[in-house]
């Protein structure tokens, strides 16, 4: 099983900041297999970036992913009311699917 | 309008079975692969089981092997989690999701999601 560590647990920056959020896998994953989501409160998760780069459809280009290998990068460039949420990365180089434990984007 | 409506949740006692559905419209459901994910109450996400677009491949999480079945009827739209053997450990919001990808390219995301049905496992 894969497993993916991301880093810092609790993000606390203010609006207008800009957001780095790290995932770690525990083994090589191929970046088309890594994917990260958003899940505000009370709301559903949405993808935000697959195939670790590429943004999805509707999401604002200050959102951008990186990384290949086991580490891999989420950024907000410039953070607006609406960015904070809880962030997950989830690979699907294999079975079992694995999510990260999340980063969490609050405010300061 | 494009969207996954989950249904069957609820209280049911450790040991007990609980059928999930999920009912799919406003896209060709025949043709993708889909997913349950389920979210612990305050936890993160974990992915649970995938089936195939013709039901004929499926995969499970280690820890619902043997207890949970995932199926699916294409002729209804719908996609099922059948649990049984209850635990505590397994209550949670339990989210039906569409696979999207590029097989060729081994592209996968869950790109959507319903808006989830809370199962707790409690005596």
């Known amino acids: ?108 | 309008e494009v969207q996954l409506v989950e249904s069957g949740g609820g209280l049911v006692q450790p040991g007990g079975s609980l059928r999930l559905s999920c009912a799919a419209s406003g896209f060709t459901f025949s043709s993708y692969w889909m997913s349950w994910v389920r979210q612990a109450p305050g936890k993160g996400l974990e992915w649970v089981a995938n089936i195939r677009q013709d039901g004929g491949e499926k995969y499970y999480v280690d820890s619902v092997k043997g207890r949970f079945t995932i199926s699916r009827d294409n002729a209804k739209n719908s996609l099922y989690l059948q649990m049984n053997s209850l635990r505590a450990e397994d209550t949670a919001v339990y989210y039906c999701a569409r696979v999207e990808g590029i097989a060729a390219a081994g592209i996968w995301y869950l790109d959507l999601w319903g808006r989830g049905t809370l199962v707790t496992v409690s005596s």
Not at chain 1, 31 to 50: E, F, H
Not at chain 1, 74 to 92: G, K, M, N
Request: hydrophobic share 30%.
């Open chain 1, 1 to 108: 099983e894969i497993v993916l560590t991301q880093s810092p647990g609790t993000l606390s920056l203010s609006p207008g900041e800009r957001a780095t959020l790290s995932c770690r896998a525990s083994q090589s994953v191929s970046s088309t297999y890594l994917a990260w989501y958003q899940q505000k409160p009370g709301q559903t998760p949405r993808v935000l970036i697959y195939a670790a780069s590429t943004r999805a459809t509707g999401i604002p280009d200050r959102f951008s992913g990186s990384g290949s290998g086991t580490d891999f990068t989420l950024t907000i460039s410039r953070l607006e009311p609406e960015d904070f949420a809880v962030y997950y990365c989830q690979q699907y180089a294999g079975s079992p699917w694995t999510f990260g434990q999340g980063t969490k984007v609050e405010i300061k």
